[in-house]
């Protein structure tokens, strides 16, 4: 099998599905899923607890945020409008 295809299965049989890496490229399915926190300090240390890297830190109307991707590479925005 290449790096770049993987199959998986649904939990029922004979539906395989066969996906590549440009299946997951940024913006496929999605771009992101934002999670909105009311202490982002406590939530970006937890984050970086958990070994991942926040990046894209940034102060704006009418809040504040970060990014991170989890370890199968999905982008989160964590928000604060506090």
């Given at each position: 099998m290449?790096?770049?295809t993987?199959?998986?299965?649904?939990?029922?049989?004979?539906h395989g599905v066969a996906y590549?890496?440009?299946?997951?490229?940024?913006?496929?399915?999605?771009?992101?899923i934002g999670v909105e926190v009311d202490d982002l300090a406590a939530i970006?240390?937890?984050?970086?607890?958990?070994?991942?890297r926040p990046f894209g830190h940034d102060s704006y109307d009418p809040g504040r945020?970060?990014?991170f991707?989890?370890?199968?590479?999905i982008?989160?925005?964590v928000v604060s409008y506090r």
């Open positions: 290449s790096d770049r993987t199959t998986t299965s649904r939990s029922t049989p004979g590549t890496a440009d299946d997951f490229a940024k913006g496929q399915p999605l771009n992101h970006e240390a937890k984050v970086v607890a958990a070994g991942l945020r970060f990014y991707l989890d370890p199968d590479g982008e989160y925005e």
